[in-house]
């Protein structure tokens, strides 16, 4: 697989204007996401992950450093259109995402605003509704929906404009259990079928759980790179980062520790019960 | 504490828009209970939470919190609010001073107390939420995301209401952050005696605190017990939109597979006793 995304040192720094301070945000970030590819970013409030998204469609360029996507520099002015294109962002409150009002307005704002041809729009507009599953409420108001609606229209008002990669920042932040449930399946759904590029950032661990790949960040740093059932049974190194881990790892964890031979890598609640129902299958045959 | 009967509330009664987001609810809290409340988006807790503080006043029905009854016109509802405090949903929007000290002081301010007694209350709020000295005279907007959230839960606090509630005061917030804040309210609670009331959407957090469980569903009470009974209605929960947290899933996995678990196992540490217990007990 070729790399979509390149960091390559990436600093970046604001100065204060009144008391002159200079904040580092983030001090040296190198990395490689390779198309396709479905990477959860982690990090404590203030870790930076929220400014290295910024960095992905050029909202943000380094102070110092290298960010290229698709093979475009991302400090490149006369290419922005080009990267916003490219990479589509969804942020945390939908409520601020919403431009019309109606569903299938919203999504068709960004190709208006590229200038298509109408039936290029319409074509762009039911795919996009159709890939987050939300054809049927295209003539809905948006402010009518739930939480997990409004943020999947704001998902296919990203999908619209065809893009290569899909940023979420805190997506599921502001939704009730089942939006959360909606949104990240709608994301794992596009990562798979459509094979995009997606760039999750996120407090839920259970979420990170389902990314091929968890990035932990921890002031201006990538400081853990790995598959999930590599970062999560750290389950001491996370919680001293800020962080937690699913309760399935945490469990196996704890039971591992008062001595039961159980695999620490569980991640999910299925591959929790199999593993502690094993090990009550060789106590109760055991007992026999 | 916290009475309500037959309490209905109908938005854009008349109107084509008509919707009931309450319908006819009864409800009784005592004093220093800790409830969690929980429900999917338009379940009506927002409603329900903006009445107990006269926000909103109900369609039908009363409401008396702290011995006031809210539905009766001669009630001022200026003193209810001082009583009632309300933290919203990112209260950070909604600070505004100068600095961080006077917006906390802002509740007490109109309170009509004096500077001496002001001043406590606010070294007292900023000390129970955490928010250093030094940072009482900065600007609010210099702060982090987490400190600003804290100020602004302060400037609840400062009033010292009998009930507190909030409004999911840890959405957005990293676990370690979510997690201290979650403690602060609770020692606060245990502290001072207060009644609190938590809207959440994270089954984890309201399981660790709180005493009995509200479960809001399109405008009804549909359980209020305690976490432990709560939580043994895995589908049904999960029907309304919501969920157990995970240790109840894998505990309940686990029983269905013939392990001697209890039901309604809600915490890890309750998860770990129980399972080792089975897995060194004398069979079964």
């Known amino acids: ?288 | 504490m916290i009475k309500l009967r037959n309490v209905s509330y109908v938005y854009m009664q008349g109107g084509p828009f008509e919707k009931t987001a309450l319908d006819n609810i009864n409800l009784e809290i005592d004093r220093g209970e800790f409830i969690g409340i929980i429900g999917h988006t338009g379940s009506g807790k927002s409603t329900l939470i903006q009445m107990l503080n006269g926000l909103l006043k109900p369609s039908s029905g009363g409401i008396e919190v702290a011995g006031v009854n809210l539905t009766d016109k001669k009630t001022n509802l200026r003193d209810v609010r001082f009583k009632v405090g309300l933290v919203m949903q990112y209260p950070e929007y909604q600070l505004f001073e100068e600095t961080v000290f006077k917006d906390i002081a802002f509740g007490p301010k109109n309170m009509g107390l004096d500077d001496d007694e002001i001043k406590k209350r606010v070294e007292f709020a900023a000390n129970t939420v955490g928010l250093a000295p030094e940072l009482l005279e900065k600007s609010p907007f210099d702060l982090s995301g987490g400190q600003m959230r804290r100020a602004a839960i302060a400037g609840v606090l400062a009033m010292e209401p009998t009930v507190l509630i909030l409004d999911e005061p840890t959405a957005g917030l990293d676990p370690a952050g979510r997690d201290e804040i979650l403690y602060k309210i609770k020692d606060m609670h245990e502290r001072m005696n207060m009644t609190v009331l938590l809207v959440s959407h994270s089954m984890e957090d309201v399981a660790k605190l709180a005493d009995r469980i509200l479960v809001m569903n399109s405008g009804h009470v549909e359980m209020f017990d305690t976490p432990e009974r709560v939580f043994k209605n895995a589908d049904r929960l999960s029907e309304i939109g919501l969920n157990v947290p995970q240790v109840t899933r894998i505990t309940d996995g686990l029983r269905k597979l013939g392990m001697p678990l209890h039901e309604g196992i809600y915490t890890i540490n309750d998860a770990v006793y129980c399972i080792t217990n089975a897995l060194r007990g004398e069979g079964r």
């Open chain 1, 1 to 288: 697989m070729d790399t979509i995304i390149k960091a390559e040192n990436l600093k970046f720094e604001y100065r204060n204007d009144e008391t002159d301070e200079v904040t580092e945000v983030l001090k040296g970030v190198s990395i490689d996401i390779k198309r396709g590819e479905f990477v959860a970013v982690l990090g404590h409030n203030g870790s930076g992950k929220s400014t290295f998204a910024k960095h992905l469609n050029a909202i943000l360029t380094p102070t110092a450093g290298r960010v290229s996507v698709c093979g475009i520099d991302t400090a490149d002015e006369n290419k922005l259109f080009e990267i916003r294109r490219r990479v589509g962002m969804v942020f945390q409150n939908p409520d601020n995402q919403m431009v019309a009002n109606i569903v299938e307005d919203d999504v068709a704002f960004a190709p208006e605003n590229l200038g298509m041809p109408r039936e290029e729009i319409r074509r762009r507009v039911d795919n996009a509704l159709a890939a987050v599953n939300m054809s049927a409420f295209s003539k809905h108001a948006p402010h009518m929906l739930s939480g997990g609606q409004k943020q999947r229209i704001a998902i296919a008002g990203v999908l619209a404009m065809e893009p290569e990669i899909i940023v979420l920042d805190e997506p599921t932040a502001m939704l009730d259990p089942a939006g959360r449930r909606e949104v990240i399946s709608t994301v794992r759904r596009l990562n798979r079928e459509l094979k995009m590029t997606a760039v999750l950032i996120t407090h839920y661990m259970d979420e990170a759980v389902s990314a091929d790949r968890v990035i932990v960040m921890d002031s201006g740093r990538i400081v853990m790179d790995g598959v999930p059932s590599q970062i999560f049974p750290q389950v001491e190194r996370m919680h001293s980062l800020g962080l937690d881990t699913p309760q399935a790892t945490e469990l196996a964890y704890l039971l591992k520790k008062s001595g039961f031979n159980i695999d620490g890598t569980v991640l999910t609640v299925d591959d929790c019960i199999s593993e502690i129902s094993e090990l009550w299958r060789n106590k109760v045959g055991a007992d026999d």
